[in-house]
C-alpha cells in the first residue's frame, strides 16, 4: 500500500515553476490555448442555453466568466459547471490517451473559475497548478490496469482539479487532503450516458469542475474530509477501478511530467473515432472514391469497437453520432475530414452518409491492453474487387504524431469563430500572444474575459 494522497498533496505544496521542464511549459501553453478555444466553441452548440439556463437556478452573482457568445458572469462554482460542460460538449478537448482522461475539461474549467475569483493568479502559478493537476488526473488513470468502468474523464478530474485549485489558494498539505476527500464525496460520473450517447457525459465534466470548486471550499472553511481518498478501503480505486497499482506514478512525480503526454484532438469526435478518420483519408489519398466502395471495415483494440462501434441510425441525436464511427467514418470518407459543422441537423439526416456509413465496420482485433487506441487497420473493399488498405500505429495528435503548430492554431481560430457566430481576430490574436508568453503574466483573468468576448483591460 502506497500513500498516494500524501505524495500529491506534497508534489502540488513543493512544486515551482523553475523546476518544470520546457517540455512541460510547452504543453501547458499548447493546452491552456486549446482548451479555451474549444470551451468557446462549445457555446454555440444548441443545448448549451438549455444548460445555462438550468445551471441559472442553481447559483447568483459572482466574477467568474461563463466563454463564447451571450457569455455572463456567474458564481466560480457555476461558471466551471457551465465552462467545463462547453470544453467537453463536441468532443474537441484533448486526452490523455493511456489514462483514457480528458484531463483539461474538467481541470482547466475550475482553475479558470478560480482565477477570475482571486484575480491576481500569475502565469507561472496557473501553469504549476494546470500541471500538478495533470500529474493526478491522469496520474489515477495510467495506474489502472482494468477497462474503464466509470467516466473516469469526471471521476479522475475532480481529484485533479481540486489539487490544482488547492495549489492556487496555497493549501497547506493536510488542508489539501481535506479537499481531495471531499472530491471523493462528490465523486460521479458512468458510462450509461456513453452507451446511449447523451449529454450527460459533458454535464458530469461540468459536475465534476463545479465539485471541485465546493471541495475546496469546504476545506478553506475548516470542514474536514477523509483523507485516504484514493487508496482507502473506500476509496477511489476500491470503488471505480478493478485493477490498480499507484506505486510506479508516485515514484515518477517531478520527473515525468504527464500534461507532456496528452495529445490533440484534430476532429470534434470521440477520440476512438480519429484514428479511423485518419484512415478515412488515407483511403481517399490512395484513390478510394464514395461510389467506388462496397464495404470498409476498420480493424482496432477492444477499446475503439466498445466505444464508437455502435450502429449509425437516422435518428442519431448529435452526442450519439460524435461517438459513431460509421458517421464519422462515412463523413471523412465522403468529405476528407470531419469538422465542427457535420453534425448539423442536415448532416445527420443526409441519406449518402446513412447509406455509406452502412458500410463500414468496426472489428475488434482482440487485443488485450483495455486502453490501446493501435494499431489500426482500414481495408476498403471496392465494388471492382480491388481492396485498398492503410494502417497507422500513433493517432495524429498524439505526440507520437503530433498536430503542427500551424494546425494547433488553425483549430484554436475555427473554435474561435464558431462559437462567437464570425471571426474575432483580435481576441484570437490576444489569446494566442498572451498564452505564448503566459509566464510573464502578472493576473490570469484576463484569459477568461477575453474568452468571454470582453475587453482585457
Not at 181 to 203: C, D, I, R, W
Not at 392 to 398: E, K, N, Q, R, W
Amino acid at each position: 500500500m502506497t500513500d498516494m494522497v500524501e505524495a500529491f498533496a506534497q508534489h502540488a505544496a513543493s512544486c515551482q515553476f523553475q523546476t518544470m521542464p520546457e517540455q512541460a511549459v510547452r504543453a501547458v501553453k499548447t493546452y491552456l490555448l486549446d482548451s479555451l478555444g474549444v470551451g468557446i466553441a462549445g457555446a454555440a452548440v444548441p443545448l448549451t442555453q438549455n444548460v445555462r439556463q438550468a445551471s441559472g437556478n442553481w447559483a447568483g452573482e459572482g466574477a467568474a466568466h461563463v466563454w463564447g457568445a451571450k457569455s455572463y458572469s456567474t458564481t466560480p462554482a457555476n461558471a466551471a459547471f457551465v465552462n467545463g460542460f462547453q470544453i467537453h460538449c463536441q468532443e474537441y478537448d484533448c486526452v490523455h490517451e493511456p489514462a483514457v482522461v480528458h484531463p483539461m475539461a474538467t481541470i482547466l474549467a475550475a482553475l479558470m473559475a478560480e482565477c477570475d475569483a482571486q484575480q491576481n493568479v500569475s502565469g507561472k502559478e496557473l501553469a504549476v497548478a494546470l500541471a500538478v493537476a495533470v500529474d493526478l488526473a491522469a496520474g489515477i488513470g495510467v495506474s489502472v490496469s482494468s477497462p474503464i468502468k466509470f467516466f473516469r474523464p469526471a471521476n479522475a478530474g475532480i481529484f485533479g482539479a481540486t489539487l490544482g485549485i488547492c495549489r492556487l489558494r496555497g493549501f497547506s498539505v493536510d488542508k489539501i487532503k481535506d479537499a481531495l476527500g471531499y472530491a471523493l464525496a462528490f465523486n460521479s460520473g458512468t458510462m450509461q450516458a456513453h452507451v446511449e450517447g447523451k449529454p450527460a457525459l459533458p454535464l458530469q465534466i461540468g459536475n465534476a469542475a463545479r465539485g471541485a470548486v465546493l471541495a475546496c471550499d469546504l476545506a478553506e472553511a475548516d470542514v474536514p474530509g477523509p483523507h485516504d481518498s484514493l487508496e482507502g478501503p473506500f476509496g477511489y480505486f476500491n470503488l471505480f477501478e478493478d485493477e490498480a497499482d499507484p506505486s510506479a506514478v508516485i515514484a515518477s512525480l517531478g520527473k515525468t511530467w504527464r500534461i507532456a503526454e496528452v495529445s490533440h484532438k484534430p476532429f470534434p469526435t470521440g477520440r476512438a473515432a480519429q484514428g479511423g478518420i485518419v484512415l478515412m483519408q488515407k483511403l481517399r489519398a490512395q484513390g478510394v472514391t464514395e461510389a467506388a466502395v462496397e464495404r470498409v471495415s476498420l480493424t482496432a483494440p477492444p477499446l475503439i469497437h466498445r466505444l464508437v462501434g455502435r450502429p449509425i441510425r437516422d435518428d442519431m441525436a448529435v452526442n450519439y453520432a460524435r461517438l459513431c464511427f460509421q458517421y464519422s467514418g462515412a463523413v471523412a470518407l465522403s468529405k476528407g475530414s470531419v469538422g465542427l459543422d457535420d453534425f448539423s441537423e442536415s448532416s445527420l439526416r443526409d441519406p449518402g452518409l446513412l447509406s455509406l456509413g452502412q458500410k463500414i465496420e468496426v472489428i475488434d482485433d482482440g487485443s488485450t491492453d483495455p486502453a490501446a487506441f493501435t494499431p489500426q487497420v482500414a481495408i476498403a473493399y471496392l465494388i471492382d474487387g480491388t481492396r485498398v488498405e492503410a494502417r497507422i500505429d500513433a493517432l495524429y495528435g498524439s505526440p507520437e504524431d503530433p498536430m503542427s503548430q500551424d494546425a494547433h492554431l488553425a483549430k484554436f481560430r475555427d473554435c474561435v469563430t464558431f462559437g462567437f457566430g464570425e471571426p474575432r481576430a483580435h481576441i484570437s490574436d490576444q489569446l494566442i500572444d498572451l498564452t505564448e508568453n503566459l509566464e510573464a503574466m502578472t493576473d490570469v483573468s484576463v484569459l477568461s474575459r477575453l474568452a468571454a468576448g470582453l475587453e482585457a483591460a
